[in-house]
């Protein structure tokens, strides 16, 4: 640990001591372990007919159709919603124009301040809740508007994360306010976003599970369904849960790879950031 | 907007529900996280490892899931919040609620641990360096050199923790909490015909002043102690 802010390199007392808290540490961790397993056993969460579902073909092809595909389904469509609402509305928050400018910060921070279940709510109302697919688009509509206001507010941060000569080498060859922006700042702009835009994509594939309260279909719908015929709650939970989990480590695979590609192992842009209610005004710095 | 008028007591203690959720789990998550950030950055391997497992592990489940564990998966462990029955003028915090933060706090923990991690990495190493070279103990150059560093450098990315952590509240509606958003669905569900809109904005509304009213808090806060790294 020589290389921690926190640490000096440790003497040989110190590694020793040290040996000691780790068997301690590595017990109370098997003890909880233990402790899980043990409970989990008692209440027969690992008979095997509650886990036969799982590698029946019939029920596994009704979860990754019904279940992961609607799910997918609804993240995609989200995602691309989004990424368009969050071009137009970030290209509108940078403009010189107040009368343009003003209106899509208002929409940006209203739609960043509200809860996306609420959101949901209310779109599955407005939509009608008889109508068949209406819990579908009501999760995807709330996830664009949602996503895509955090995207104008990445796209902004993105821009301007751009070095400033760049800008002002493009005026100075002449060229037009808008062939600055479309030729020389957006496409670094997009390389600097790529890794920010497949985190998003991870907050809207996370966010699909909020649709069980809308009745939405995709993975949580199948999960209610498949532990009403086998009663097996905690099973259909760990397996939809590795699900979700599976597939958001790809996409941070995916991110970091893209990140390293494109950008360098220090990112301009932290997406933790452009969460932060002051619209990303931070981004670009030191950290 | 008449309906949300006519029952505004529901409505503000809807919000009171909101507001106590986030508080107490927003308590709970800086001291869960501090505890994780302290095993993630600490010198014994086995306790990292943990760390850095449970982290990765809440980071990528929907919080539905989470909430979903504590309301089926944990009563089998021994974990429910049946003892808890307390009531503070009209408001009764019960099992519901219990598991509303457990899930909350646990939840939001994994990403407080991030958002601190990040604020210790950002403190350089010639700072630490330049404590000891000046003689300070182990304890000092933690109490006097990096930690108040670090907390200051973390401070934005807590901020939008915890902001996220307030329009997470909404999904305890989902199991049964009566806060905000389970209000409006059932406003919905008794003046939906005519009054929408009005609900929803209204609703909108309370959730942005609390967004609002601590973002401005934190940015203040975050003026005051910038530090240049």
């Given at each position: 640990m020589s290389d921690s802010v926190l640490f000096d390199a440790p003497g040989p007392r110190t590694v020793r001591r040290h040996r000691l808290y780790g068997v301690l540490g590595l017990l109370a961790v098997l003890g909880v372990l233990a402790f899980v397993i043990k409970r989990f056993y008692d209440a027969g969460v690992f008979e095997g007919d509650k886990w036969e579902v799982f590698v029946t073909p019939d029920y596994v092809r009704v979860i990754i159709v019904d279940g992961l595909l609607n799910t997918l389904k609804m993240a995609g469509a989200a995602v691309i919603g989004a990424c368009v609402l969050g071009f137009l509305l970030g290209v509108a928050k940078l403009s010189d124009h107040r009368l343009v400018r003003w209106p899509a910060w208002l929409v940006v921070e209203f739609f960043r301040a509200v809860p996306v279940l609420l959101l949901m709510v209310f779109t599955w109302f407005a939509l009608g809740i008889?109508?068949?697919g209406s819990s579908f688009w009501a999760v995807v509509i709330a996830l664009t508007l949602y996503n895509g206001a955090v995207l104008a507010e990445v796209l902004r941060a993105g821009v301007n994360a751009v070095p400033k000569g760049q800008r002002e080498a493009g005026y100075a060859i002449g060229m037009r306010k808008t062939q600055v922006m479309n030729i020389v700042l957006m496409p670094q702009a997009v390389k600097i976003m790529l890794p920010a835009i497949i985190s998003q994509c991870i907050v809207a594939l996370k966010d699909t599970a909020l649709g069980q309260y809308v009745l939405a279909p995709g993975l949580t719908r199948i999960y209610k369904q498949i532990f009403l015929e086998f009663d097996n709650r905690v099973p259909t939970m760990i397996v939809i849960a590795s699900i979700y989990i599976i597939i958001n480590l790809l996409l941070t695979a995916l991110a970091t790879w893209l990140q390293h590609k494109?950008?360098?192992?220090?990112?301009?842009?932290?997406v933790t950031r452009i969460g932060n209610m002051q619209g990303g005004e931070n981004t670009g710095g030191t950290i | 907007m008449q309906a949300v008028l006519d029952n505004f007591d529901a409505y503000l203690k809807a919000f009171g529900y909101t507001f106590a959720l986030f508080l107490v789990s927003g308590f709970l998550s800086l001291v869960l996280g501090t505890l994780l950030v302290a095993m993630r950055v600490g010198p014994i391997a086995v306790l990292r490892t943990a760390a850095s497992v449970y982290v990765t592990v809440v980071r990528n489940t929907p919080l539905v899931i989470v909430f979903g564990f504590f309301s089926f998966a944990a009563p089998p462990l021994g974990?429910?919040?049946?003892w808890l029955d307390v009531s503070i003028g009209g408001y009764d915090f019960t099992t519901l609620f219990g598991a509303a933060v457990a899930s909350l706090s646990l939840y939001t923990s994994a990403f407080v641990c991030e958002a601190l991690r990040s604020g210790i990495n950002a403190v350089p190493l010639g700072q630490a360096e330049a404590a000891r070279a000046i003689g300070l103990p182990f304890g000092g150059v933690m109490r006097q050199v990096v930690l108040p560093l670090a907390f200051r450098a973390s401070l934005p990315p807590l901020a939008s923790v915890q902001i996220a952590l307030i329009k997470n509240t909404s999904v305890a509606a989902v199991f049964g909490v009566a806060e905000a958003t389970y209000d409006m669905r059932s406003l919905l569900n008794d003046f939906?015909?005519?009054?929408k809109f009005g609900i929803f904005v209204c609703f909108a509304i309370g959730y942005i002043v609390i967004v609002e009213v601590f973002s401005f808090i934190s940015y203040r806060l975050e003026r005051r102690w910038r530090v240049a790294l």
């Open positions: 008889n109508n068949n494109l950008v360098g192992r220090k990112s301009p842009l932290d | 974990i429910n919040f049946k939906g015909a005519t009054q």
